[in-house]
């Protein structure tokens, strides 16, 4: 059975760092063309596409978001990470980890989802 | 950026009802496209992929269509779990972009 679970803080003050950790389970991070993505929705606001990082190492960023932005991974523990630097009230939001399906070829789609994690970035 | 605009950003339904939410690009994105469900609390779902193919386990009510710009996510007969939030997203070109999202409500 595929899971993921986001974790990470429930607040953070600006200018802090934000650390977020996807720990899946039911397939592998080594597994070949197996890619994990990270996506937000702030109150109110469309999803917004972070990041996504696949089995190689190859790592792929939101133009916008793209200085502030890191993902890895730590293929051992199943986990992948997300830091995001210089939070900024608007950032407030919640966050998903998703799996992008490895059977679908055709697109890239996300067939498994976590539940999210609420950040709120306040003083 | 791709653009992506949904519509309308709310719709009220009854229990039966056929509805149809359109999505549109701002570039033509071939058949990349995908649609979610997604409810208060849970983990939103992949619905359709390659803008008409439905995930495996999704019930034949829903279908997908579109080409080009222009994509349509109807549900013949709304069923009581339906009533969610609905966002198209394109994957052909990163960032990969969401539309603004469809509220369903109950009627």
């Known amino acids: 059975q595929v899971t993921l679970k986001e974790s990470g803080p429930v607040l953070v003050k600006p200018t802090e760092t934000l650390t977020l950790t996807c720990t899946v389970s039911?397939?592998?991070?080594?597994?070949?063309?197996?890619?994990v993505t990270w996506i937000r929705q702030s109150p109110g606001k469309a999803l917004e596409w972070l990041a996504h990082?696949?089995?190689?190492?190859?790592?792929v960023y939101s133009t916008s978001l793209k200085s502030r932005l890191t993902i890895s991974k730590d293929t051992s523990k199943s986990q992948v990470f997300l830091t995001m630097t210089n939070m900024d009230p608007v950032d407030t939001a919640t966050y998903y980890c998703?799996?992008?399906?490895?059977?679908?070829?055709?697109?890239?789609?996300?067939?498994?989802w976590g539940p999210g994690t609420m950040v709120t970035v306040s003083s | 950026d791709v653009q992506m605009t949904q519509s309308p950003s709310s719709l009220s339904a009854s229990v039966g009802d056929r509805v149809t939410i359109t999505c549109r690009a701002s570039?033509?994105?071939?058949?990349?496209l995908n649609w979610y469900q997604h409810k208060p609390g849970k983990a939103p779902k992949l619905l359709i992929y390659?803008?008409?193919t439905l995930q495996t386990g999704v019930p034949s009510r829903f279908r997908g269509s579109g080409s080009g710009t222009d994509f349509t996510l109807t549900i013949s007969s709304l069923q009581p779990e339906d009533f969610a939030t609905y966002s198209c997203?394109?994957?052909?070109?990163?960032?990969?972009?969401f539309g603004q999202g469809t509220k369903l409500e109950i009627k």
């Open positions: 998703a799996r992008i399906s490895p059977e679908i070829v055709v697109v890239e789609a996300f067939d498994f």
């Open positions: 039911g397939f592998s991070l080594s597994n070949a063309k197996m890619g």
């Open positions: 990082i696949f089995s190689l190492d190859e790592k």
């Open positions: 570039q033509i994105i071939n058949t990349d």
């Open positions: 390659a803008a008409s």
């Open positions: 997203q394109q994957s052909y070109t990163t960032p990969y972009t």
